[in-house]
C-alpha cells in the first residue's frame, strides 16, 4: 500500500512499536538498578544494546516491511 493511506500506517507502526520498545527500556533499567541491585552504568549499556535490537527487529519485520512482492 502506498500514498498517504501506508505513509499513515507507517507512522502509526513506528509511534507505537517506538513507544512500546521505550516502556521496556524503561521497566528493564528500573529492574536491573533497583531491585536487582546492578551497577547503572553497566545497566544502561545493556538496556541500550537491547533497546537498539528491539529497534532494529520492529522496524525490519512491522514498520517497513515490504506489503506486495513489487513494493
Do not use: H
Amino acid at each position: 500500500m502506498s500514498g498517504p493511506a501506508g505513509l499513515l500506517r507507517e507512522f502509526v507502526s513506528f509511534v507505537a512499536c517506538r513507544a512500546f520498545s521505550g516502556f521496556v527500556t524503561i521497566v528493564a533499567m528500573v529492574v536491573m538498578a533497583d531491585f536487582l541491585g546492578w551497577n547503572e552504568y553497566l545497566a544502561k549499556v545493556i538496556v541500550s544494546a537491547m533497546s537498539l535490537i528491539l529497534n532494529y527487529v520492529f522496524s525490519k519485520l512491522i514498520i517497513f516491511r515490504k506489503t506486495s512482492a513489487g513494493e
